[in-house]
């Protein structure tokens, strides 16, 4: 007599099922050790400004309440993530290259229009003769 059994899946398809099914929810431990969380926060990149340093915020592109942490690095002239990164050009620190990129244009563009402001002010006047 002889006992048919069904073909049982290989243990490391089911290891790796197990995975990807629990990757999608729930962060890895590095990813919750390298990251912070800001629940109602809907921005790419965050900036806060401290006293003597600047920090900026990250959103992860697959958990979209983390952040992770970008901070500028006097000893080497350049960005630090804290992704694992550290000092390498990867996409986080492009993000915030990028941002500070359009503040300072937005900034520029501000002082030409305040100046251009400032400039008709003191402009002579053009009379006009009464007849």
């Given at each position: 007599?002889?006992?048919?059994t ?17 990757s ?108």
């Amino acid at each position: 007599m002889s006992i048919q059994t069904t073909p049982r899946r290989d243990g490391h398809k089911q290891a790796a099922t197990a995975r990807r099914l629990t990757s999608s929810t729930m962060p890895a431990q590095h990813v919750l050790d390298a990251t912070v969380e800001f629940l109602d926060e809907s921005r790419d990149v965050i900036e806060k400004i401290g006293r003597y340093y600047t920090v900026w915020y990250v959103r992860s592109s697959k958990f979209t309440t983390r952040y992770y942490v970008v901070i500028w690095n006097y000893d080497r002239c350049s960005y630090q993530c804290s992704c694992g990164a550290g000092c390498k050009e990867h996409s986080h620190i492009e993000q915030v290259s990028a941002f500070n990129h359009a503040k300072q244009m937005e900034q520029q563009s501000q002082e030409e229009l305040s100046r251009e402001a400032y400039v008709q002010m003191f402009r002579p006047c053009e009379w006009e003769e009464v007849a």
